[in-house]
């Protein structure tokens, strides 16, 4: 499986943004897929799951703010994050695994995910 991150970049403070991460080779019909974050000097950030039975997941720190979906297809995923602040200012990564760390809660580690993208960058200025 090989996961594509697109869509970061340089915006202002209180604007949104629609991240998109394009799936490639074999997924299984049951799976979870999750948005990750990582700041300099900061430990990585699960932002937000999508289980392939429809369940989703935020992480407490951009609860409220961002929306995770997947197209009917599941060949892509997106987070669509809004009134961004400076804070929010991190490497986004999309990751895969088998349907399990969403129904148990463990893909907010990240550890339990199989497959990553290489990110894209969000900036948020002030």
């Known amino acids: 499986v090989r996961l594509v991150e697109s869509g970061g970049g340089s915006v202002q403070a209180g604007e949104s943004l629609k991240l998109s991460c394009g799936v490639f080779?074999?997924?299984?019909?049951?799976?979870?897929m999750a948005w990750f974050r990582q700041a300099p000097v900061k430990e990585r950030e699960g932002v937000a799951a999508?289980?392939?039975?429809?369940?989703?997941a935020y992480g407490n720190s951009v609860k409220g703010r961002v929306s995770i979906s997947q197209d009917n297809a599941k060949i892509t995923l997106y987070l669509v994050m809004n009134n961004l602040k400076p804070e929010d200012s991190a490497m986004y990564y999309c990751?895969?695994?088998?349907?399990?760390?969403?129904?148990?809660?463990?893909?907010?580690?990240?550890?339990?995910?199989?497959?990553w993208g290489k990110g894209t960058m969000v900036t948020i200025s002030s």
């Open positions: 080779g074999y997924i299984p019909s049951s799976f979870c």
């Open positions: 999508i289980a392939s039975d429809g369940g989703t």
């Open positions: 990751a895969a695994a088998g349907i399990t760390p969403c129904h148990t809660g463990s893909w907010i580690g990240g550890a339990a995910m199989d497959y």
